[in-house]
């Protein structure tokens, strides 16, 4: 968000850009929203980037130093693509066992809860002077999220993870309700014969289709790629990128940052200035 410094021009709102007051917050991020929603845009989540040891930001005597932004998930449809699971605490576990059992069976991956919307990321730094540097944790969650790792060239569909309850969890499905406000109590109570029952999952194979015409990774797009972070961190990923910035400096940067992944992945990213600013 940004902040309301009055008129710029004599004759622009006496009270400010877009009637706030001077020193007023602007409310970019709620401005976003409902403009999106009534474009026909569906938001998913505000996510809250939390930011420790941010850098103080100058002229804050007055205010309290701000020290998280918000990030839009935006989607053109309800039922887009997403991969929940790609961002939730997981661990491995004996298949056909207790949860911590140390029988000989087979080792799966399984997921435990789920992540919140809130991020709680250190800001970046690159020695190339940009400013506002993305950590690569940052796209990282939000490509492992929203982009698919694996997509048909021909159909485009996107193959999803499944998942299905683990063998320890399946067992009291379906059970008759209980309350669950004293299980935090009663679980961790040194001595308590209460069982806790733990919800787990596990990955169980991906989607597919009839095409069999082989896998692609799908596209990150970013159209202010500045230092090229969330590219390079698509590329590590097995995704496409392509990236877009009004900075000549910072292409050029970002160009050589990309080479050195690009013969790493075997892969390669678009990367292009626009000088000509579109909305003028």
């Not at 009637?19 to 009534?38: D, F, K, N, V, Y």
């Not at 939730?88 to 298949?95: I, N, Q």
Request: hydrophobic share 40%.
């Amino acid at each position: 968000d940004v902040y309301s410094r009055g008129p710029r021009a004599p004759r622009a709102n006496p009270k400010g850009a877009y009637g706030a007051p001077e020193g007023s917050l602007m409310g970019i991020p709620a401005r976003m929203q409902i403009a999106m929603t009534e474009r026909g845009w569906v938001i998913r989540n505000v996510v809250v980037w939390y930011k420790p040891n941010s850098a103080p930001e100058p002229a804050t005597r007055n205010r309290l130093h701000c020290v998280w932004e918000p990030i839009l998930w935006a989607a053109r449809t309800h039922n887009c693509y997403t991969d929940i699971w790609a961002l939730t605490p997981s661990y491995e576990l004996v298949e056909g066992g207790d949860l911590f059992a140390n029988e000989p069976h087979r080792l799966v991956q399984v997921f435990g809860g789920r992540r919140g919307d809130v991020w709680s990321i250190p800001p970046g730094r690159r020695p190339e002077g940009h400013y506002a540097t993305f950590p690569e944790e940052l796209p990282r969650r939000c490509i492992a999220l929203t982009c698919p790792a694996q997509v048909c060239p021909r159909c485009g569909h996107a193959r999803s993870r499944i998942v299905r309850p683990a063998d320890s969890y399946r067992q009291v499905l379906g059970e008759s309700w209980h309350d669950h406000r004293l299980d935090s109590i009663e679980g961790n109570r040194p001595g308590s014969r209460r069982k806790v029952n733990r919800a787990a999952y596990i990955g169980d194979g991906w989607t597919a289709c009839a095409c069999d015409a082989g896998w692609e990774g799908g596209v990150v797009l970013d159209p202010f790629a500045g230092m090229a972070t969330a590219l390079v961190v698509a590329l590590a990923m097995g995704r496409q990128a392509v990236g877009i910035d009004i900075v000549p400096r910072y292409v050029e940067a970002a160009a050589k940052r990309l080479e050195q992944v690009e013969e790493a992945c075997s892969a390669q990213a678009t990367l292009e200035v626009v000088t000509d600013e579109p909305w003028s």
